[in-house]
């Protein structure tokens, strides 16, 4: 284990401490583990000190436990969005507002959204009550293309320490909407990406690089060294089938950690995909070709890589990406259901398959004893729009549901008859 | 060419009682709607169609268990339970399917934003003219490239009508069209035939934004009333002048006795010049052209009612209303519609304010709510659009139901079109628009089995026969599957 992955094992270790709340039962409910096949029905899920103590049928309620009546609900891990911008953005059309991307300065493949996020984003808390525990904020773009820089680890359930792991994965960008600033050309993003590495492989147990026979600054060298030693995924944005098999190519000749995202032609390499073991992170509802790297596009796209092997985990597009990075992966993960992937399969892109892909499996993605207790409440299916969250229970606490949302909401409430303008309607 | 422009203004408007009382000859009021594109729109090949025993949603407030309905020579001929079934109509079992009326997009950049398109890529972007904030002069239905896949994708997802609209970059953005989803050779075959022309316009952020960084006006929200009252008042005068020429040379024509001198000089003089720009927004004040504004803020949008009010035109429908939960009482008032998304918010200031429960509140005082699209992905899946927004509100105390919520992918956004009395809602007699669903419309898993346009099957979720695919998909390698 180097030093950086032991110091970054340990600060896990401090992050994932047990969190004092109450003793929380929620009974009779229909729960989707995600360590069995089929849901439990008429089951318990009782919580701890923030963690999953038990699930079963007839589990002992502890006297002194909360006790929240499933009557046939839905319990499901809170869900995991594996490609949003959440703490990075609050309002997108204005720059001092966003920091997800650099485009010029000096800042290539080490540049590391990790000093912007912002814990107090509305965004973030809007996506946790509606349902998200951990998300991957993404870097847009940085100087030194075709890398966007280092993505970090969200966790959103739990308020005070959002930030669980920066630097989770280095982010390229590979394709034709992307291939102006690395010159024009996608073989030039390959091209670079490629030399990248070998300048960062060169560098390894060298003090001595020749400055005129390197692309490379130090400090995105330095960032890109995991990468070529195979300790850090490289997160390929690309869409196009011979993208995509650019990036297995990658994958087996250098030996690096890929992971694709965008993946809108992958169906076509699917088998590949599952050969070389590369995941892949998706927004399933992508069934148009938008731009010519999309023309393969596919509604079945998730269903098809699922069924070659391939790890699947879902994103959502558009102003979704920041803003509705919770709410929209239900829309997604269903209209994938309504195409050819089970149910089951669905929910596990947006839980325990990206525990696996970002490793953190450990802690979260199923409901099982030992397990942090992001949990939630359905009245009805989860993908269902008609459906609605009745409680989010994150670090074994539940959430309050209010948000700024719930607030416009009851100011401008129908009936609401008072003589005063809305500015004078505060909640309590 | 004057008898060509004298013949555009053929068309009448009703005259005052006043005017006829004393026995005189109408005299001619102008019209600036003519449509040098007109439509070329012929249903697709039908037979008569009886479906039975579907749970149906009629768009206006009814669910009916159980419910047959026939479409007969492209119209809704009957609705109700174990209708008689005539011979040589085709029966359709819809036991556990549902029926609609086609839903309305009321908001779609099909055929200018064409798939698969390239942002910066000026020769295949048509959705505005980007020479000038008032571009009122063109109109988008000479842009459309009929091939876009769009249209199929929206007509798969149950759409049967929608409108083109232009962007929201100009002030004034031109006209927009009113389409048939039948994908037809050119953008005439699609066009709905007698449907109004639409002006689009935009107010807040957009506008400003583009000129103004462009160091043109306007730079500024007062810039950009200032810029539409100033339009309003010259389109004012220009409607004034021509029913003034009009008059005139009417009076001349009806009595050959008052001919006096300089009479025949009057008879002769010249029209006015015509002026393309001016034409529209003519239209717009004597009601042949309806307005669609693209607007987010409660504040922008209560300063657009007040304009409308100032000039004497309605405005059909607030487009992006994100902010129209504040007000929905003054639209209700106004009778104007607010097109909005169920979840849209926070990507600039004029959208951080919105709510899901935007539609449901608009609902609830008895305004118009209309779920739109605005991108081919969500064009194809209005009922998820205008479920989340049903269930937003259901969560807020309100007593929503999928009969309710329907109407505002159906029967409202016909209402915004002017359309309200042939499509958006079964009845007999209106247009057998009409979409077979596999389950529950407000279900993420249903799906559009049939969809009828003007009572011929258009699409057939069984029948590759009834399956369109566009040119521009068809033959791409990338879209082969392995044999």
Known sequence: MSPRVAMAAAVLAMASLPVLGETIAIVDATVHTMTQEQPLRNATVLVRDGRIEGVGANLPVPSGARVIEGRGRIVTPAF???????????????????????SSGQLGAAFDVRYALNPRSLAIRQARVDGLSRAIAYPGGSAGAPFAGLGALLHVARDEAVVEQPGIAMFAQVGGETSTAAGGSRSAQWQLIRNALEEARLQRGSARS??????????????????????????????????????????????????????????????????????????????????????????????????????????????????????????????AVAN????????????????????????????????????????????????????????????????????????????????????????? | MRLVWLAVLAALAAQSAETRDQGRTPSPVASFAADPLPSTYRPLPREDVLIVDATLLDGVGAKLADADILLRDGKIANIGTNLARPDGVKVVEAAGRWVTPGLIDVHTHNGTFTLPLVFEDPPTWDVSEMSSPNVAETSVDHAINARDPGFILALQGGVTTLQVLPGSAPVFGGRSVVLKTIPGRTVQDMKFPGAQQGLKMACGENPKGNWGSKGQAPTSRQGEVAMMRAAWLGAREYMRTWNHYLAENHEDARDPRERGPGGRERRDRPPPARDLQLDTLAAVLNGEVRVHLHCYSSDDIAVMLAIADEFGFRIAAIHHAVEAYKIADRLAAANVCAAVWPEWWGFKMEAFDGIKENAAFVDAAGACAVMHSDSPFIGQHLALEAAKAVAAGRRAGLDLGRERGIAWITSNPARALGLEDRIGRLAPGYNADVVVWSGDPFSIYSKADQVYVDGALAFDRADPKRQPESDLLLGHPARETRK
């Open chain 1, 80 to 102: 995991m969005n594996s490609a949003t911008q959440l703490g990075l953005t609050e309002v997108s059309s204005i720059s001092a507002a966003s920091d997800a991307t650099v």
């Open chain 1, 210 to 335: 020749s400055p005129r026979d390197s692309f490379l600054a130090r400090i995105d060298l330095a960032a890109l060294k995991p990468v070529a030693e195979g300790m850090l995924p490289l997160v390929v944005d690309a869409d196009r089938e011979s993208d995509i098999r650019q990036a297995i190519a990658l994958a087996r000749d250098r030996k690096v950690r890929i992971i694709v995202k965008g993946g809108v032609e992958a169906w076509r390499a699917a088998a590949d995909l599952a050969a070389a073991n590369i995941p892949v992170v998706l927004d399933p509802s992508i069934n148009l070709p938008l731009y010519f790297d999309h023309l393969g596009a596919r509604a079945d796209n998730a269903a098809l890589l699922h069924a070659a092997g391939v790890l699947i985990a879902f994103e959502v597009s558009s102003i979704h990406t920041t803003f509705n990075a919770g709410f929209a992966l239900r829309d997604v993960a269903g209209l």
């Open chain 1, 340 to 428: 050819g992937l089970a149910h089951r399969d669905a929910l596990a892109a947006i839980t325990v398959n990206p525990a696996r892909i970002w490793k953190i499996e450990d802690r979260y993605g199923v409901i099982a004893a030992g397990r942090e207790a992001d949990l939630l409440v359905w009245d009805g299916d989860p993908f269902e729009p008609m459906s609605s969250l009745v409680a989010v229970l994150a670090q074994g606490r539940e959430v309050d549901l209010t948000t700024r949302q719930i607030l416009l909401r009851d100011r401008y409430l129908p009936g609401e008859k008072e003589q005063l303008p809305p500015a004078y309607r505060r909640s309590e």
